[in-house]
Structures are given as structure tokens and as C-alpha cells.
């Protein structure tokens, strides 16, 4: 079998032919030339309006990426026509195989935008032999196109979450879909600010906003506030992973100074290597972990009583009555209050205030997981950290959309991977 009979069944045009294959001599690497002709009586189509014209001239002879077979690069060639349209002038034709002026073809661009989901995007441009740049234009490409063509229909349950970046300096808002069944990327915005959300609100519209059944974040402020406008209807849960994360913060705060104070103090640095242990649920602890915290819980630490109170909050998530939630909630921020342990009584404070944001976990309980927020935002920090070489917001986003966006993509006749 040909190459050309090959190509003709993954990848055939309808209005062109392939020609001939040549195998290019002195190239850097081994390289096939697969010549393209239009068919005859075939008609050029205008890029601009998409309508067949009157041909006008020819255009040199372009080369266009395909994708490499065994190890081979592909290429195809062809010399584009112009087209006297009579609504848009002299414009140069459309052809299927590639948009506009771009050198890989489009079917080469989803290829390395599948890649792109498996690999890191210098991993992928290693693999194929191309620039991070072709891997980042074929992921923009899917990622917009994927954009253009997603449904926003039926969403019922939303996470509102934020990550950091730039080591910290700014802040991302992200919105997920979190239906069963349905958990994907809808949106990102710039900064956690009262204006951030609601730019996601005016997209997704007031008929959709209407239809949402329960929103889950965490407890800062022009998120609550907005959310409270914008979706008053929906369960708003400030969900589980948030608060426990404000939980290992305060934890941190406390070791970290109690760890300066110890050492101040001469003591051994019984702290050192305790962070993970205290960070930690107790049965994702390793072994050394596990000795390590069973050591500490010998000393009246700060940072043990700290960790003791956390262990002692997770209850909280068992309770199937919420009226015995709501006293067993009073109840821990009260022996909080009592500690002395200033981070933690931040929390107790914080609790309090949001009792009744809190509750509705339990009446959401059943319809939206408690990890699924928490898995979505450890997917964004994997992806981010994947990601290595994108420094503009611009590239992040394009990441996150393409790796948690869910997004659609055209159908092909032939996988090509
Ligand atoms: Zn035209």
C-alpha cells in the first residue's frame, strides 16, 4: 500500500488529491514530501466569506506539518491559489487542511494537543521533534475551539475556589462544575475580588444563574457576598476541603512559631521534620511519620493541642443530624476559645460566624462530594506544576482549560492518537 492510498483513507479532501511523495534529500532529519493538487474543475473557495470564486493566480508553493510517521517527517506541499471574490477582492483560498497562515496542519495541532494532555508541553516537543512554541499554538487552538464549542446548559452544582501563583504574589479565581457526573473547568478570572465573580456570573447569565441548586467555596468575603446576590436560591455550602485547609494553616502558624520559640529557648528541636505529621491525617501518615507524631503527643506542645483539635473537628463531617452538628460545632469552638492557641481560635471565631453556611453542608450532603472540590484544585496545582515554562496568566489559563475544561473537540475521521 502507498503512502498516498494511506493518506487517503485517515485523511482525504474532498476537493484535493494528493500527488506525489518524495523523500527529501540532505534534510536534518528524515523527511517525506507528499504533494497536493486541486482537483480538476475544482473551485477555489475565498477565505474570506467562505464561498467558491473565480481563480485569480497562484501563489509559491507552502509546506505544511503533518503528522510524523515512524520517526519521518511529514510534509505537505502546495501551492495555494487566489481567489477574485467578488465580495471580498483578491483573497488567498481556504483549504481544509490548515486555517490561515499557520505551518502545522490542523490535524498535526489536535495531535499535540492530545499529547499536551498526557505530557508536560516540553515533553511533548521533544517527543515530536518540534518548539514548545507549535505545542503551546496547537493547545491555544484546541483550547479556543474547545471554548467556542462547550455547552453551559443543565449545570446545577458550582465550586468557587481560588489558587495562588506567581510563588504567591496573585490569585486566580476558578469556578468548577461540580454535578455528578459532570465535574469540569468552567471558568477563570483574575484575582479573588468582588468584581471577579461576578464577571463570572454575567457570563454564565441570569436564567442559568436562577437554575443553580448549590454553590460550594470557601468563607471569603466578596465571594459570600456576590454569591448571596447573584444565586440567593442555591444551597451555598462552604465546603469541607476549605475549612479544613484554614485548619492546617492555622496548624502551621503554630509550629512555625512554636518552633522558634523552642529553639529560642535552647529546647531540642523536637519540631524538626513535623510538618508533614501534623499537616497530615493520621492514616495517610508513613510509618516514620507515625512514630514521629506518637513522640510528639508525649509533650504538651502547642502545635499537638493545635493538631488534637483538628483530629477532634473531623466528627464534625460524620454527624447525619444537623441539630447535632450544630452542638457539637458550639461545643469544639468553645474548648477552642479556651485554648489559647491564637491561630486556632481565629478559626473557632471564623466558624462561628458562618454557623449557618457551615449547616447547609448537610443539606447538600448526598448530592454534591466533599472531595470534589479538593480533587479539581489538586489537579490545577499538578497541572501548574506540570507546566513548567508558561510565566503569563495568559498560558496558565490555557493549560488549566485544556487539562480540567472537559472541553469538546471536533470529530475525526481517523485517530491519529
Ligand atoms: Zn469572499
Redesign the pocket.
Same mark, same amino acid.
Given at each position: 500500500m502507498q503512502l498516498k492510498s494511506i493518506l487517503n483513507r485517515v485523511e482525504r479532501y474532498k476537493s484535493f488529491v494528493y500527488k506525489r511523495v518524495t523523500w527529501v534529500e540532505g534534510a536534518e532529519r528524515p523527511t517525506l514530501e507528499m504533494g497536493i493538487e486541486p482537483r480538476a474543475n475544482g473551485r477555489a473557495v $475565498?477565505? +474570506?466569506?467562505?464561498?467558491p +470564486?473565480p481563480g485569480y493566480d497562484r501563489l509559491p508553493q507552502r509546506r505544511f506539518e503533518f503528522i510524523p510517521l515512524w520517526g519521518i517527517a511529514v510534509y505537505f506541499v502546495y501551492a495555494m491559489r487566489r481567489?477574485d $471574490?467578488?465580495? $471580498?477582492?483578491v483573497?488567498v483560498e481556504r483549504v481544509p487542511w490548515a486555517e490561515g497562515k499557520n505551518q502545522l496542519t490542523t490535524s498535526y495541532q489536535w495531535f499535540l494537543a492530545r499529547w499536551a494532555k498526557r505530557l508536560s508541553w516540553r515533553g511533548v516537543a521533544d517527543a515530536f521533534r518540534t518548539s514548545w512554541e507549535n505545542v503551546f499554538r496547537s493547545v491555544k487552538m484546541a483550547v479556543s475551539w474547545g471554548l467556542a464549542h462547550r455547552d453551559w446548559e443543565g449545570i446545577e452544582s458550582i465550586g468557587v475556589d481560588e489558587i495562588q501563583w506567581q510563588k504567591g504574589h496573585r490569585y486566580l479565581t476558578l469556578v468548577y462544575q461540580i454535578d455528578q457526573g459532570a465535574k469540569r473547568l468552567l471558568w477563570i478570572g483574575k484575582e479573588r475580588t468582588t468584581k471577579t465573580l461576578l464577571s463570572f456570573f454575567r457570563k454564565l447569565g441570569k436564567g442559568r444563574s436562577a437554575r443553580l441548586r448549590f454553590i460550594c467555596s470557601d468563607m471569603w468575603k466578596p465571594y459570600l457576598k456576590v454569591i448571596a446576590k447573584k444565586a440567593g436560591q442555591a444551597v451555598h455550602v462552604l465546603d469541607r476541603f476549605h475549612i479544613m485547609s484554614k485548619m492546617n494553616k492555622a496548624i502551621d502558624e503554630v509550629r512555625a512559631a512554636e518552633a522558634r520559640r523552642l529553639a529560642r529557648d535552647g529546647y531540642e528541636p523536637l519540631l524538626k521534620h513535623s510538618r508533614w505529621c501534623l499537616l497530615k491525617r493520621p492514616e495517610n501518615l508513613t510509618d516514620k511519620q507515625t512514630v514521629k507524631i506518637s513522640e510528639l503527643l508525649q509533650y504538651n506542645l502547642q502545635s499537638v493541642r493545635a493538631y488534637l483539635h483538628r483530629e477532634d473537628f473531623q466528627r464534625f463531617w460524620e454527624y447525619q443530624s444537623p441539630g447535632w452538628a450544630v452542638r457539637f460545632l458550639q461545643e469544639w469552638c468553645t474548648r477552642v476559645m479556651r485554648s489559647k492557641i491564637e491561630p486556632m481560635k481565629k478559626v473557632a471565631r471564623t466558624l462561628r460566624k458562618h454557623q449557618q453556611l457551615i449547616l447547609n453542608w448537610f443539606k447538600a450532603k448526598g448530592t454534591i462530594s466533599a472531595a470534589v472540590v479538593e480533587g479539581l484544585n489538586n489537579k490545577v496545582k499538578l497541572t501548574m506544576r506540570k507546566a513548567y515554562g508558561f510565566r503569563t496568566q495568559k498560558a496558565i489559563e490555557i493549560a488549566l482549560y485544556h487539562n480540567l475544561g472537559a472541553l469538546p473537540e471536533p470529530t475525526f475521521t481517523h485517530e491519529f492518537c
Open positions: $475565498c477565505s +474570506g466569506c467562505g464561498r +470564486g481567489v $471574490c467578488a465580495q $471580498c477582492g483573497t
